[in-house]
């Protein structure tokens, strides 16, 4: 068996514990053997989940970079916090994961992606909506040339009430943004991908902010809430003629929540939410449904810490490279911009 690849985590709260971790667990040639964390009780809790309480606890990144011989660090940090520790690892010699969004600006993203170059390492971007088993059949129907050349896409994200009372999502400080970095960026990253990352040229959008910061039936603090944004909605264009109209939020009277990948191509259309593939076929327009997924069973987030080894392990390109996240990040950027701006941005 080939020698177990040294793991350190940045940052242990619910995203490292929730998501990440049971996706390290699930493989024998890994091993987490050290954890940063500027909260004491986060490392403690963290290390017990790992299973192990005396594992080496850092509150310095750096520090644990330093003491650590490291493989790989995984980055689960606020998203104000990602480009810092990516950069520092990569130096260290270890290849990257880190959650989205993969940073809080185009320029930030410019960094991490050129750091992972000069260190000569992988460079992945928790996108985990991609490996989720109804989104992997919508790879496959891709693939499979049965869609054709997505034109159009209507992408949307809503959550009635349901800001994040934990963590530190709605705080400026540590998160940039709102629902647009912690929810459009899935949607937005699964529709890019199936498109085959189309050259995005221009965005108009608009964000509100009229009910998250005031007493409701959620349960977060509406005087901790300084992001931006609750609401968000843009249309986005492409230099080959595509368009995309995205809608997310934590927060709008709406009579239900969302949550709905549409894509329409020329030779057929798709959606995940239920998951359907639309098809002219003997005369009809049919619609056609899955009944046997071979994917079946996957858990997204471990399958996105399986594959990301699978490409150290075989020097595989990285599932979700820097460069296809910094096209992400540009639309991200863009959807501030024009709403700040109150005008169509190019991006």
């Not at 909260?39 to 594992?55: F, H, T, V």
């Not at 040229?201 to 998250?212: D, G, K, Q, R, T």
Request: contains cysteine; hydrophobic residues 40%.
């Amino acid at each position: 068996m080939a020698k177990k690849l040294r793991v350190g985590v940045i940052g242990s709260g619910a995203i490292f514990t929730g998501a990440h971790l049971p996706g390290w667990k699930a493989l024998d040639d890994v091993e987490i053997v050290a954890i940063a964390d500027i909260q004491e009780a986060s490392r403690k809790s963290a290390a017990e989940a790992i299973g192990n309480p005396k594992l080496a606890s850092y509150e310095d990144y750096n520090e644990m970079l330093k003491a650590e011989k490291l493989d790989v660090v995984d980055v689960c940090t606020p998203n104000c916090f990602h480009c810092a520790p990516t950069i520092a690892a990569f130096k260290a010699g270890a290849h990257v994961i880190v959650e989205k969004p993969c940073a809080t600006s185009v320029a930030e993203v410019k960094k991490m992606i050129a750091a992972g170059k000069q260190a000569k390492k992988k460079f992945m971007v928790a996108q985990s909506l991609r490996f989720s088993p109804e989104h992997l059949a919508m790879r496959r129907w891709v693939d499979e040339g049965l869609v054709g050349q997505i034109y159009y896409g209507r992408l949307s994200l809503l959550r009635p009430r349901g800001v994040p009372s934990w963590g530190a999502f709605i705080v400026k400080e540590m998160s940039a943004g709102g629902p647009c970095y912690d929810l459009a960026v899935h949607i937005l990253d699964l529709a890019l991908s199936l498109m085959g990352h189309p050259e995005p040229v221009a965005v108009s959008a608009n964000y509100w902010l009229e009910l998250s910061n005031k007493p409701s039936v959620m349960k977060h603090d509406p005087a901790r809430y300084t992001v931006p944004d609750e609401l968000a909605a843009g249309f986005v264009r492409f230099a080959n003629g595509a368009c995309l109209i995205l809608e997310t939020s934590w927060a709008v009277n709406a009579p239900e929540g969302t949550y709905n990948v549409f894509l329409a191509g020329d030779k057929g259309g798709m959606q995940n939410s239920p998951l359907t593939l639309v098809r002219e076929e003997a005369g009809m327009l049919t619609n056609s449904t899955v009944q046997v997924n071979p994917d079946a069973g996957i858990k997204s987030h471990s399958e996105e810490i399986r594959r990301f080894v699978e490409a150290i392990r075989k020097n595989l390109p990285s599932p979700v490279p820097g460069e296809q996240a910094l096209l992400t990040q540009r639309i991200l950027d863009g959807i501030y911009k024009s709403a700040e701006q109150g005008k169509e941005v190019k991006v």
